[in-house]
């Protein structure tokens, strides 16, 4: 089996478009009720969510006229939260396409479809021209590519000269054994963790300019402790959340990756880059 196969498979829930629907009436909504806010819970699957996901953007600096690449989409939250907001075209692609076909139909209920459109496919060779697209992100992605400077090159081919593009990933910190699961990976065999360094030097190989990078450690730690407290005060997760897309594992893989956060192995870091 190849390693996007076992690392699609990591994430493959089995029945999720049913999962959200069932779990709608508890937030007394319906497909045609439900709002962006509503689905922010599951719709952003990266340390911080939607908080991370503003302040992440706010520092690209995207005009509505732009038309984005998200690599690595998931169930497409990023690109539905940017096109609502913004009024941007956004394209995604990611590996799993249980996630592409859940999150088109979650465009079509918030009538994003026309904007916001998800691919299942490699980010290591997308099906798009080269100079296409005005901009692009990446959340939570490279802890499961190996070839980092391939996929950079593959991001560089399809942007056109003057963009920028941003990565918020979990990176390694220090050495030391991780503890797994964890949300990205069941064991070490589909965890490609590097340093900030490590992917600087795979930016510029592929032909960025480096001008950002920001360690958000401490917020990973306080986020998660908020999180704990309000499931705490409310008895038990919401409706929609981290444990719709990763059920029964959620509580270890959670636990885990706080506990390697907290002994310093691992932080979520943005980097900014730009094509000049």
């Excluded at 508890?26 to 719709?43: F, N, R």
């Excluded at 407290?229 to 959620?250: C, D, I, R, V, W």
Aim: net charge negative.
């Amino acid at each position: 089996m190849s390693k996007e196969k076992d690392v699609s498979n990591h994430y493959l829930h089995g029945d999720l478009l049913k999962a959200i629907e069932t779990a709608l009436p508890k937030l007394g909504k319906t497909t045609d009720s439900i709002t962006i806010e509503d689905l922010a819970p599951i719709d952003e699957f990266h340390i911080g969510g939607r908080q991370a996901t503003e302040n992440f953007l706010s520092q690209l600096n995207f005009s509505d006229k732009e038309h984005l690449l998200d690599i690595g989409c998931g169930l497409g939250g990023a690109s539905r939260y940017i096109s609502n907001k913004y009024n941007n075209r956004v394209t995604g692609i990611d590996l799993t396409d249980e996630y592409i076909t859940t999150g088109n139909t979650l465009s079509t209920w918030l009538n994003l479809h026309n904007q916001v459109n998800l691919h299942q496919g490699s980010a290591l060779s997308m099906p798009f021209q080269d100079e296409s697209f005005d901009g692009a992100y990446m959340m939570h992605v490279g802890m499961n590519i190996e070839n980092k400077t391939q996929l950079f090159k593959e991001i560089f081919r399809v942007l056109k000269p003057g963009t920028s593009l941003g990565v918020y990933d979990v990176m390694q910190n220090n050495d030391g054994d991780l503890i797994y699961p964890v949300p990205w990976a069941s064991n070490k065999n589909t965890s490609y963790l590097a340093q900030p360094g490590q992917y600087k030097t795979a930016l510029q190989e592929a032909g960025f300019v480096v001008t950002k990078d920001n360690n958000r450690r401490d917020f990973a730690l306080d986020f998660f402790k908020a999180l704990r407290e309000k499931t705490e005060a409310n008895g038990g997760p919401p409706p929609l959340g981290l444990h719709t897309l990763m059920q029964e594992s959620t509580a270890d893989k959670i636990k885990n990756m706080i506990h390697n956060i907290t002994e310093g192995y691992i932080a979520p870091v943005e980097i900014i880059s730009h094509k000049t």
